[in-house]
């Protein structure tokens, strides 16, 4: 009888087995960066919230032009750039008032008090990645997601909370990234 069971189990298996060793499956997966906000208790993972555009240039050329962007436009710390699977990160990045040069409230939206944006005058906390796709030989997909909470800086037992991106940083990274392809 296990005989049976055992015969029955792997012949429901072979469709799979078949299918994972099949071609015309893609085998590139995203690495998930799995980021915790302060004051959270559950984890958000980055490429979910990923916002995606086209980039017409190559996988590599692309992926060159982030780094650049990233570190020389935007100027945002990286903590991880990986060049196999073109993912640019950063978990954990602190920042208070501004951001690539900009109030932090053109970029989050952590809500608003007496003094104005929270985003402005708050300690932010701030996750980002950078993805890098192809498409075809000269196209790449870019995606860009943020995650970010904010704590008042006065007094020691403030909660986090969380903040809502604009989508200007996000389009902002892909816009320079389509500037600096073309120098490339």
Known sequence: MLDVIRSVAFAAMLPSLA??????????????IEVFGQGRSASVMLDSLALWENVSASRAIAFDAVVRVIKHHVKLGVEHADTISKVVYNRRLIAIR??????????????????????????ITLA??????PLSADTSRVGVALFATARNPEGVSTSAVACAST???EREVISKVREVVQTL
């Open 98 to 123: 501004r951001l690539a040069g900009q109030p932090m409230s053109r970029w989050l939206r952590c809500g608003a008090g007496l003094t104005g944006e929270h985003a402005n005058t708050w300690r």
């Open 128 to 133: 980002y990645g950078v993805f890098v796709e």
């Open 19 to 32: 299918l994972s060793q099949s071609s015309d499956v893609p085998s590139q997966r995203r690495d998930p």
């Open 167 to 169: 989508g200007a940083l």
